[in-house]
């Protein structure tokens, strides 16, 4: 679903493109070369830019890379076309400054792109997305699952034309379980319909089941576990 939704969003990006948050380059495959003119990418990491860099060379893609922040946008006002953000809300510390950012630098006939995860449209789901934010955050990266990001978006002055929303299958169809371990062994078991990872920390084992693991549409999620000190679930 990550890439399908990639190839959605990204290749309606046109002219001058300032893409927040390029990360290590995963959106620049899917731009439309005879659409975009440069693409401008912002990130705070310089290993990520290097990464992105290598995949812009590979797909021929004029890209200028800023280590920067979202929060402060090294651009003039009014000067790109297309303001394109992919699973960036919600992670970046002030996110409403970033946004006024955004309305800022883009021209007044400019659009901004966006695909993000946030806040579910069921109740019964964003309850469970406020219990383990907190915990949440801490094993990936600052993450923040219960974000109102279309609210967020409006509140940094743009206006939504189009918003399309759907249950992701690791939060939704899927099943995210954290319990609290003592056994030293993380087992991976395989089966021909799911797949399920779990990840062993001091205190907790997180594991995420999706579907066919032999399918291009489920979601993948790898990323660094830490410890996590003194929190408690209850």
Known sequence: PVNYQRKKIV???KGLVLEVGIGSGSNIPFYDKNKVTKVIGIDPSKELNAMAKKIANKNDIDVEFIESSAEVIPLPDKSVDTVLVTYTMCTVPDVMSANIEM???LKDDGIMLFCEHGKAPDNNIEI???RINPLWG???GGCNINRDIPQLVENGGFKI????QLISEVLGGGKLNLELVTEEESPVRSG???EQRVFR???YRVSETWGDPKSEDRVVISRFMAQVPGDNLQ
């Open 11 to 13: 290749p309606n990006a």
């Open 192 to 194: 021909e319909q799911t």
């Open 161 to 164: 034309e189009k918003l399309d």
């Open 128 to 130: 469970w997305q406020n």
């Open 103 to 105: 309305k800022r630098v």
């Open 201 to 203: 920390l001091p205190q």
């Open 138 to 140: 801490k094993l990936f």
